[in-house]
């Protein structure tokens, strides 16, 4: 119930494209879902944030998109770059703490 | 702009010894956290604490404690060190009034191999 499952492990884009990660949970308790991106010999910085009050919220080339009744939520990157390329790991909060996903490192292609 | 330290990027230990890892905040932040990384697993996390001196235990504390004593600082322990603990080790703090989620500042990391 706790957790958080992240597909895919692994994506490869071509530059231009648009990358998908999904996200789904079992928790209706959690109230809170962000999305943190962590570049090699980094620790992981929040990329974006949603709550379950709304369906979708946009920051530039990123966009969460939030299905409260599938219980799913899921990063859009369009027009991908390859300094976009990454670990993504999506999250949940609940009470006190961040439950994270396994994480997706995405590889994006000249 | 909030940063997070840690006291080492690498560490090297024998099974056995006792490890410290530390973690310093110079954001005022109540809340620190401690997590490990691992392949294929994400994040775990294994303490984290919101006030001086007061610890919960996270996901995976087995074979771990922790300390805080100063607001800004909070160490990681490995009693006796066992080499499943060889792994990434990322601390992070936040700034969480209302208990309503908030953005974790992390650290760099310190890579741990214990042998």
């Known amino acids: 119930q706790q957790q958080v499952k992240q597909s895919p492990q692994s994506l490869i884009v071509q530059k231009g494209g648009i990358s998908i990660i999904n996200c789904a949970y079992e928790?209706?308790?959690?109230?809170?879902f962000p999305w943190y991106q962590q570049f090699p010999g980094k620790g992981p910085a929040l990329l974006i944030a949603?709550?379950?009050?709304?369906s979708e919220k946009k920051e530039g080339r990123f966009t969460i998109s939030f299905n409260k009744s599938a219980k799913q939520f899921s990063l859009h990157i369009m027009d991908s770059q390859p300094g976009d390329s990454a670990t993504y790991f999506c999250?949940?909060?609940?009470?006190?703490?961040?439950?994270f996903g396994t994480g997706t490192r995405l590889q994006v292609f000249p | 702009d909030v940063k997070v330290t840690q006291s080492s990027r690498y560490l090297v230990k024998r099974t056995g010894e006792k490890v410290f890892l530390e973690c310093v905040q110079d954001?005022?932040?109540?809340?620190m956290f401690w997590y490990r990384q691992d392949p294929g697993l994400g994040l775990r996390l294994i303490y984290f604490?919101?006030?001086?001196?007061?610890?919960e235990k996270g996901d995976i504390p087995e074979g771990y404690s922790v300390s805080r004593e100063k607001k800004e600082r909070f160490s990681l322990i490995l009693e006796s060190a066992s080499t499943n603990q060889t792994s990434m080790y990322l601390c992070?703090?936040?700034?969480?009034?209302?208990?309503?989620?908030?953005?974790?500042?992390f650290g760099p990391g310190t890579r741990l191999t214990v042998l």
């Open positions: 928790n209706t308790a959690f109230d809170y």
């Open positions: 949603i709550r379950p009050d709304v």
């Open positions: 604490s919101y006030d001086v001196k007061m610890k």
């Open positions: 999250a949940a909060h609940n009470t006190d703490k961040l439950i």
């Open positions: 992070a703090s936040s700034f969480d009034l209302a208990g309503l989620g908030g953005e974790q500042f």
């Open positions: 954001m005022d932040h109540e809340n």
